[in-house]
């Protein structure tokens, strides 16, 4: 099992900066896949970006491509996703998610992933 625990939500002005961590446990980050969703109000969850078990393949949806950054550090066993260049629709409920699997491919769907966080509200105000 692997618990998953999102940080560093908070409240931004538009363009401005905020960087999110999640901290797993229960087992060894590089034995994971591991990606970042978000769900605005009254929207569904959303793919937001995705990293290889290495570190050395990231994907990101088309919203965020260029603004955010994901990044891990496996020793540490935490995710990180950098988030620049903030917009008032990014603001959303952040989760982490953890697959149990190794691939380099796009994790872009809800369904591959076996464990999640609690998530954590980004609000970009404008």
């Known amino acids: 099992q692997v618990q998953l625990v999102e940080s560093g939500g908070g409240l931004v002005q538009a363009g401005g900066s905020l960087r999110l961590s999640c901290a797993a446990s229960g087992r060894t980050l590089s034995s994971l896949t591991m990606g970042w969703f978000r769900q605005a109000p009254g929207k569904e969850r959303e793919f937001v970006a995705s990293?290889?078990?290495?570190?050395?393949?990231?994907y990101y949806a088309d919203s965020v491509r260029g603004r955010f950054t994901t990044s891990r550090d496996n020793a540490k066993n935490l995710l990180y996703l950098q988030m620049n260049s903030r917009k008032p629709e990014d603001t959303a409920v952040y989760y982490c998610?953890?697959?149990?699997?190794?691939?380099?491919?796009?994790?872009?769907?809800?369904?591959?992933?076996?464990?999640w966080g609690q998530g954590t509200q980004v609000t970009v105000s404008s």
């Open positions: 990293i290889s078990w290495s570190g050395g393949v990231t």
């Open positions: 998610a953890a697959a149990a699997t190794i691939t380099n491919g796009p994790m872009s769907q809800e369904g591959k992933y076996n464990y």
